[in-house]
């Protein structure tokens, strides 16, 4: 069975400040929102039409971190791209620019929130997670 979905927990979900549609040569598409994960990143584009190519995307951050396209699908005009590895901690944008624009114009560049990465405990406490708060009177 294709796994699809990076592993691990949706970290947040990057949404863009504006919905331009990017032209190319090859395709139309335009950048819905990328998912993060912890694993991993899904990017939902949708494109001009359901029988339209779909595009090759190259993402970046202020790190330079290298992203590497793993899988893609598509249903009627909507297609999902992953990338690896997800947005490293500290990250503060992420730019998604296409393979196919030979000016290499950004597509659209997002501002990425910190986002909290939960500590696994060492022992589960009575088989929860997160832990009951304590509870303590006022002094």
């Given amino acids: 069975m294709r796994k699809f979905i990076p592993s691990g927990g949706l970290r947040g979900m990057l949404l863009p400040p504006t919905y331009g549609q990017h032209v190319t040569h090859r395709t139309e598409f335009t ?3 990328v998912e993060v994960w ?5 990017v939902n584009i949708q494109l001009a039409s ?6 090759h995307l190259i993402l970046q951050d202020h790190f330079g971190t290298e992203y590497s396209f793993r899988d893609s699908a598509t249903v009627e005009s909507r297609n999902l791209q992953t990338f690896t590895p997800s947005v490293p901690p500290g990250t503060r944008s ?5 393979a196919d624009d030979p000016e290499g114009r950004p597509v659209v560049t ?24 304590e509870l303590r009177r006022p002094a």
């Fill in 31 to 33: 950048i819905l929102s």
């Fill in 38 to 42: 912890a694993t991993g990143l899904v």
């Fill in 50 to 55: 359901a029988d339209g190519p779909e595009p």
């Fill in 94 to 98: 992420l730019t998604i620019r296409s």
């Fill in 110 to 133: 997002f501002a990425v929130p910190l986002m909290a990465v939960p500590e696994e405990p060492d022992s589960p406490q009575n088989g929860q997670y997160p832990p009951s708060p």
